[in-house]
Each structure stands twice: as C-alpha cells, then as structure tokens.
C-alpha cells in the first residue's frame, strides 16, 4: 500500500462484531498525511461500522489501528479524539437545544502540533452559512447546514486527521457541492481525510486513492483514477 509523506492512519487486520454477528472481517487500509482516501461501498456493506471501529465506537472490534505511529487499538473515543483523530457521524448527532456557537465550544480541544487551528471565526469563513446563524439552535437548522456544524464542531478539536462518514448523504446538489469544496479546503489545509461514501463521482472528485468494501471485506484497493477505469469493479460493487 502506498502513502504519502507517511502514513497517518493504518489499519490492520480489523473484525468488528455485533453479538455474534461478524460484520467486518480482516479490514486493512492505510492513509498517508494529507492524502483523501474514499472507503466505497454500497448501503449496507460495512463503511459505517469500519469508521466506527477505528475510532472505538464498537465494543468488539479486533485489529490493530495506529494514528501517527501511536497504538489507539485498545484507546476508549475520548483518547482517540484527544490523539487527534476527529469523526463526523453520518447521523450528525449535534446538541439541538445548543446554539451554533455552544456547539463549537462543545468540540474545542487545544492546539496540537502538525495539525490546522481553527477558530470559530476561521471555520466561519469556511462556512458563511453558519456565520449567519451563529445564535440559532442547531434544532432550527436544515440538515445541509447541521452537516456543516457537525464538520465544524469536529474541526474544533484540531485534528489532523478526520473520518467523514456519508457527508453528501441526503443534501440537495448545491449543498453537496459547497461540501466537496470544504473537503478540499481542508486538504489544502494539510488535513488527512478518511471519506465513507456511497457517491461515487462526489468521492472521485475529491480523493486521490479508493478501498471498495463489500459484505464487510475490502474487495478492491488503487488509486481512484485506476477505479474509475475498471468498470468490472464498478459494476461488481458499487451500482445498485
């Protein structure tokens, strides 16, 4: 597997379970510092419970998972997101009865090195839609600009490394687009990005390599302009 200026995250050998039910079996990928990585994949086959895992959401996850060359295998989340790895859940899970601005404060973690710093201000400017409604309730808000506040509560933390799970699930075209734009913002930024997505030409547009996951197994691994010329691989995995 090949990474750039070295890996940020390695996953190796990951099986998760739910009871008894094996849901991913021996899961490996790699993203390098500052690369965009797609985990692709049809509804159902494993992306969501594979982000989960990595950052300790599951309680019978089996693996090894390394952050900036630290073990976080065995780490509770709240030692994963202190180590600087941020999660942005497909369900958004913001606070509903707090404020735009509470939210933020809710996710603000110090500085660290060889991560981006933001500021609410900063991430206003990568979010004027949020800038307008700093005092609103998050319950008073659509679900492309809740998606928003949920990228920016993450970034909050500083992380250098963020899991985006389905961020163009269920938003209207012009917000998927402003949501493409921001994702290469923060690769500019120098962010490292792990991105689950059922959206194939959203993710082409954004990631640089691509892992195809299937009834919980990694089918397919390359570069994303080597997926976009296997249409076997296409039509095996991810058309519905």
């Not at 991913?24 to 992306?47: C, I, P, Q, W």
Request: proline residues 5%; hydrophobic residues 40%; without cysteine.
């Amino acid at each position: 597997m090949t990474q750039r200026n070295g890996s940020a995250l390695t996953v190796q050998g990951l099986n998760a379970f739910y009871g008894r039910a094996h849901i991913l079996f021996d899961v490996s990928l790699s993203v390098g510092k500052g690369e965009v990585v797609a985990l692709l994949g049809r509804n159902g086959a494993g992306k969501s419970t594979t982000l989960k895992s990595i950052v300790g959401l599951v309680a019978d996850a089996r693996g090894t998972r390394d952050l900036n060359g630290q073990d976080i295998s065995s780490q509770p989340s709240y030692r994963i997101a202190q180590a600087g790895l941020g999660y942005v859940p497909e369900e958004r899970r913001i606070f509903t009865n707090l404020t735009v601005m509470e939210n933020l404060e809710v996710g603000r973690q110090p500085p660290r090195a060889g991560a981006p710093e933001w500021t609410p201000e900063r991430l206003f400017e990568l979010f004027p839609n949020l800038a307008e409604m700093r005092d609103r309730p998050g319950g008073r808000m659509s679900g492309g600009e809740q998606q928003m506040l949920t990228i920016a509560r993450s970034l909050m933390g500083n992380p250098h490394t963020i899991l985006l799970d389905e961020p163009s699930e269920g938003l209207a075209p012009v917000i998927v687009e402003q949501m493409a734009r921001t994702i290469t913002r923060l690769k500019s930024e120098g962010l490292t990005v792990l991105l689950s997505e059922q959206n194939l030409f959203f993710a082409r547009a954004l990631s640089d390599r691509a892992y195809v996951i299937e009834g919980g197994r990694i089918r397919y691994q390359g570069t994303m302009a080597e997926l976009m010329a296997d249409e076997a691989v296409r039509q095996a995995y991810l058309t519905v």
